[in-house]
């Protein structure tokens, strides 16, 4: 069946350097897609979200990328800071539905 | 506003027992999820409550796992009995009506089943 994934599994970074975590996802009907993190001991938090009618949306330091043609998002977060090490989700949604599907998280590491 | 809570956080039992998972979601949302992770994986979709009517079930792994949402409130996620594939860590989710977004997580259940 259809699903999303990602890229890499584990990111590490310098805390002051800029992260990007990659997803890719099949489903063509997806039309709603939402960034999660998840902190040890605690449930997916949202970061933001993107509607296919949009490329790009920003938020506070972080940068949600939606490129439709290869079905694939991104998210950037700006200068990493050590509270930013968590595991991050990307799920989408297909037009219609209301239940969102996750990928397997990429795991942020921030060095201090 | 309160957010999702789980109860409980954590569970340990052993292969065969029954667990029962609850999930109180926002008050006012009529959406209800269920997810499960398995270590290393991904977050699962289990099945959907509106209200109290089950929308999509699909998720479900068999039918040792029964949902429940008496009078479109609070859920529970029953567990019997209880295999070692089963342990990992179950996520309840909620939103408003008409979807859009807006969905709350709770902390999730770590079941251990050994």
């Known amino acids: 069946g259809e699903s999303v994934g990602l890229h890499l599994p584990t990111l590490s970074v310098q805390e002051g350097d800029n992260s990007i975590i990659n997803c890719a996802y099949s489903?063509?009907?997806?039309?709603?897609f939402i960034w999660y993190k998840q902190e040890s001991g605690k449930g997916p938090q949202f970061i933001i979200d993107?509607?296919?009618?949009?490329d790009k949306r920003q938020g506070q330091r972080v940068t949600v990328l939606l490129n439709k043609t290869v079905k694939h998002l991104s998210l950037q977060i700006a200068a990493t800071q050590p509270g930013d090490s968590a595991v991050y989700f990307c799920?989408?949604?297909?037009?219609?539905?209301?239940?969102?599907?996750f990928g397997r998280g990429t795991s942020l590491i921030v060095h201090p | 506003e309160a957010g999702v809570t789980q109860f409980p956080s954590h569970s340990v039992i052993e292969k065969g027992q029954t667990v029962t998972l609850r999930c109180d979601p926002i008050?006012?949302?009529?959406?209800l999820y269920w997810y499960r992770r398995v270590m290393g994986k991904e977050i699962k979709f289990l099945l959907h409550?509106?209200?109290?009517?089950?929308?999509?079930e699909s998720g479900m792994p068999n039918n040792r796992f029964l949902a429940e949402r008496t009078g479109g409130t609070y859920s529970t996620l029953k567990v019997q009995p209880a295999e070692l594939e089963d342990s990992g860590v179950y996520f309840c989710?909620?939103?408003?009506?008409?979807?859009?977004?807006?969905?709350?997580f709770g902390s999730g259940t770590r079941l251990t089943v050994v």
């Open positions: 989710a909620s939103s408003p009506l008409g979807g859009g977004g807006g969905y709350t």
């Open positions: 489903n063509s009907a997806s039309d709603y």
């Open positions: 993107i509607r296919s009618n949009m």
């Open positions: 799920a989408d949604l297909p037009g219609g539905s209301y239940i969102p599907t």
């Open positions: 008050s006012g949302h009529d959406n």
């Open positions: 409550f509106v209200k109290e009517s089950k929308q999509d």
